[in-house]
């Protein structure tokens, strides 16, 4: 449990000032993040995914029945997104690409020198222009991830699904399976 402009550190020693309480799924989101950062260092090309419903600006951006992916510095390297999406129109469960620019980071940074990151803005994400994207910035900072990318000895490939628009408008319509056909289409159509 928080409050407006508290200050919690993460499990990766980032100062996090919360600015809206709403924004409950990335603050959570961002230490599993950060946990999964602290393992994939020992692991041979990893590569970290999160999959979550952070924003309704997702809806607005894409429409009501894609997901968006987006990648961090490494992950669009090696174009990662984008071969997701591939994998997705093959099997129709299809995904847009977003992508990540410094003004998300920019946008996330700090106002005051007693925090290192700001979790959002005191707007609805899905009011604020960049509303999906500037929260995946969020998890990077937060998490520490920020500190393997492209150009870090040890780059460490992360993907973000957001799932806002795909996931169906429960109660109304049932939830569906997007993206976990695309998933399985990408990584394991070959495997099995």
Not at 13 to 20: A, D, F, I, S, Y
Not at 28 to 55: F, G, W, Y
Not at 82 to 93: C, F, R, S, Y
């Amino acid at each position: 449990c928080y409050v407006c402009d508290e200050i919690i550190t993460s499990r990766a020693g980032v100062r996090v000032r919360v600015v809206n309480t709403d924004a409950e799924g990335r603050m959570a989101m961002s230490d599993v993040l950060c946990r999964m950062k602290e393992l994939a260092q020992s692991e041979v090309n990893p590569h970290v995914m999160t999959i979550a419903t952070l924003t309704g600006h997702a809806v607005i951006a894409v429409g009501g029945s894609y997901s968006c992916v987006l990648d961090n510095g490494p992950a669009g390297k090696v174009r990662s997104a984008h071969k997701l999406q591939q994998a997705g129109d093959e099997i129709g469960d299809p995904l847009e690409v977003s992508t990540l620019r410094r003004e998300d980071y920019d946008f996330v940074g700090p106002e005051t020198v007693y925090e290192d990151v700001r979790q959002c803005n005191e707007l609805p994400s899905s009011r604020t222009p960049r509303g999906h994207q500037f929260p995946a910035a969020f998890m990077i900072r937060a998490s520490g991830l920020d500190k393997f990318g492209i150009d870090a000895e040890n780059p460490i490939r992360y993907t973000h699904l957001d799932i806002a628009g795909s996931s169906g408008l429960y109660p109304r319509v049932n939830p569906t399976g997007a993206p976990l056909p695309s998933l399985a289409q990408r990584y394991l159509r070959d495997k099995c």
